[in-house]
């Protein structure tokens, strides 16, 4: 799924050094994108095929259609044969975390790409750790309720 600061991503991607950043935006980008890639793993299509293909076949349509139904999301990538990648910490035990859908659909489309990626690794007050760090060790409606609370925060 592409949004319409792809291109952005892209030129943040292609940087060799955060010297080379023609904007501030670009410069934090490039940092935070680096840091996310440092400690967290970006899977390919390929991969997330080959893991999600334990019980049925899947193809680059059935994920593409996974990101339309915001079941799981995918970040610009060049270094590999496709331009997306999708952020590991989506998928347990053969499958795409249930958890992570329902996120997706309180956002409903508030963040795309690396925006939403580097806001699930974002330190979140409430939770005292990022959204990813919370996905293992926070009761799913604890977790929920600070998304709720973040996306409505006037209710």
Not at 131 to 142: K, R, S
Request: glycine letters at 2%.
């Amino acid at each position: 799924m592409t949004c319409k600061y792809e291109r952005f991503f892209i030129d943040v991607l292609n940087l060799k050094s955060v010297n080379e950043a023609p904007t501030k935006q670009h410069e934090i980008y490039f940092n935070e994108i680096n840091k996310f890639t440092k400690h967290l793993l970006i899977l390919t299509p390929q991969q997330v095929i080959d893991y999600l293909s334990l019980d049925k076949l899947y193809t680059q349509s059935d994920l593409e259609l996974m990101e339309e139904d915001k079941i799981l999301f995918s970040v610009t990538q060049t270094s590999e044969k496709s331009n997306h990648g999708y952020p590991a910490f989506q998928f347990d035990a053969g499958v795409v975390r249930p958890v992570i859908a329902r996120i997706l659909k309180i956002l409903d489309g508030d963040y795309k790409n690396w925006d939403l990626a580097l806001w699930f690794n974002s330190f979140n007050y409430d939770l005292d750790m990022s959204l990813i760090e919370a996905l293992d060790t926070v009761p799913l409606e604890q977790i929920l309720k600070e998304i709720d609370k973040e996306k409505n925060p006037y209710q």
